[in-house]
């Protein structure tokens, strides 16, 4: 049994298993969000025709799993899984490069139980494969490191290609590279590998008349709130989108001070347990033999954070997004690592580990058992079965026309004859009440199902809310998310 355990694919193997259990409890939850995008027009093609044709390789991938029999929330979201289960061996074989087998065992360990890596390997879609391209190009940049031979800087160049046909962002990660290279030039042949990203460059110019086409579509949204940027990514990709309670936040999604009040007792345990490990990283990082460590997080942490954030307060969107930057998993993991190694001291480590894995478990129970409450999942098919039942001609289901409510349509066909449409509101609730009476005039009940971010675009002030509550009676509400509530009055 020992001579087994020391062979050196157990371990990956073991973590491997572990990050699969992880990942496959709610894996068959409803699609929300950007996965109706993904479900519903970009993988009906081999290359999507749609404004999103600019980063396909995802797309057609899924395309491809669809044609050979997979379909269903599972059937899916086996995609997204398979790549971010994938992910693990690539951790250990980075890990195993820039410390030996404990940097291997513990960078594979925060990746198999990161709640923020669970959910996107959940997420039908492209941020389990940036995470996997991401690693893999870390892997390639490390064997050509030491090898200096022509096959990793090929596979690199290979990789680097596809995280651009994959997600346009992976641009800020490539520009670490480009810096770790010319940072790492004592080590590194740097002019050769600067020159492969040109090659990179190159091969994605074809691709810029569909970036100016998705800006052109897209020009509206994106909205950021600049204070919270920096504090919402990095609680995103060091501990999940789970572990905190979170109301409505609004256009922008910016943290208020009452928010934090709210959670202060997980913001103060994350302050303290990520707080050490910063310091344990920065002590790593500036001890002897840490200048690598130092370079690369300056590199591939540092730097595109930066760029990201400069690019939100430039141009007033969401650049900063943790899904938009998810490679910046990678290098951040590491940084934890270095962190747990920069504490020395074995009962400090086991202590910050311990209070570490309370953070982690309270965040996966959260996202397992609690999604009403807890996370971006919104059950749009618990929604549409409860109103499959109860919608009929004098009891429909009221929406803000203008919104495409693709998820809505995917799960509840025969509900749609008694959808009523109304207009955007415009003005104050006095005024907008006359009209929401008249178009409901034939209804003795009413329905209305309010999603944020279709509020936050069409209906900011909730007029429609209150207007409805203006002239209806008995208000009942159903929450699915906080994110998703189903409101029913009679008239």
């Not at 390639?140 to 596809?162: D, E, I, N």
């Not at 920065?282 to 930066?306: E, H």
């Not at 929406?399 to 207009?423: M, N």
Request: glycine share 6%; aromatic share 14%.
């Amino acid at each position: 049994m020992t001579k087994l355990l020391n062979h050196s694919w157990i371990a990956p193997v073991l973590l491997m298993i572990l990050a699969l259990c992880l990942r496959l409890p709610n894996l068959g939850y409803s699609f929300y969000g950007d996965e109706g995008f993904s479900l519903l027009r970009d993988s009906n093609h081999f290359i999507t025709q749609t404004e999103d044709r600019f980063r396909p390789v995802f797309f057609s991938l899924l395309f491809l799993w669809r044609t050979i029999g997979f379909d269903g929330e599972v059937g899916l979201r086996l995609l997204p899984l398979i790549f971010g289960v994938l992910s693990i061996p690539l951790a250990w074989i980075c890990g195993n490069k820039l410390g030996g087998r404990n940097v291997a065992l513990g960078l594979s360990l925060l990746l198999a139980t990161s709640p923020f890596h669970i959910e996107f390997s959940q997420e039908l879609r492209m941020y389990s494969l940036v995470v996997f391209i991401s690693f893999a190009q870390l892997a390639c940049y490390l064997y050509y490191r030491k090898s200096k031979r022509f096959l990793p800087l090929a596979l690199g160049t290979l990789v680097a290609l596809l995280g651009m046909y994959t997600h346009l962002f992976y641009v800020l990660y490539l520009l670490g590279f480009g810096l770790l290279a010319i940072l790492d030039r004592r080590t590194l042949p740097y002019k050769t590998y600067l020159a492969s990203l040109v090659v990179v460059a190159l091969l994605y110019l074809p691709n810029i008349g569909n970036v100016l086409y998705f800006q052109t579509v897209r020009q509206s949204g994106y909205a950021v709130h600049l204070a919270s940027a920096l504090p919402k990514l990095a609680a995103a990709l060091s501990i999940g989108f789970n572990l905190f309670n979170l109301p409505d936040l609004g256009l922008g999604r910016g943290i208020s001070w009452q928010v934090i009040w709210l959670n202060w007792h997980y913001v103060l345990l994350c302050l303290l347990v990520f707080g050490m490990l910063v310091a344990g990283a920065v002590r790593f990082m500036f001890s002897t033999g840490g200048r690598f460590a130092l370079i690369l997080k300056t590199s591939l942490l540092a730097l595109p954070t930066i760029l990201a954030l400069a690019a939100s307060f430039a141009t007033q969107k969401n650049f900063a997004s943790a899904k938009y930057i998810v490679f910046l998993l990678p290098p951040l993991l590491l940084f934890f690592i270095w962190g747990f190694q920069g504490l020395r001291k074995k009962p400090l480590q086991i202590a910050v580990g311990a209070l570490y894995g309370v953070l982690v478990i309270i965040a996966l129970l959260h996202f397992y058992t609690a999604p009403v409450n807890y996370g971006r999942r919104i059950n749009w098919r618990g929604a549409s079965e409860y109103l499959d039942n109860r919608l009929k001609t004098e009891a429909p289901l009221a929406l803000i026309d203008g919104f495409s409510y693709r998820l809505l349509r995917y799960y509840t066909t025969p509900t749609r004859p008694y959808w009523k449409f109304v207009k955007p509101p415009e003005g104050s609730v006095d005024e907008y009440t006359p009209y929401l009476r008249d178009r409901l005039s034939r209804a003795t009940e009413i329905y209305y199902l309010r999603e944020d971010d279709m509020q936050n675009r069409m209906d900011p002030n909730d007029i429609v809310l209150q207007a409805l509550r203006t002239i209806g009676t008995d208000e009942t509400c159903i929450q699915y998310n906080r994110r998703l509530k189903l409101y029913h009055w009679n008239l």
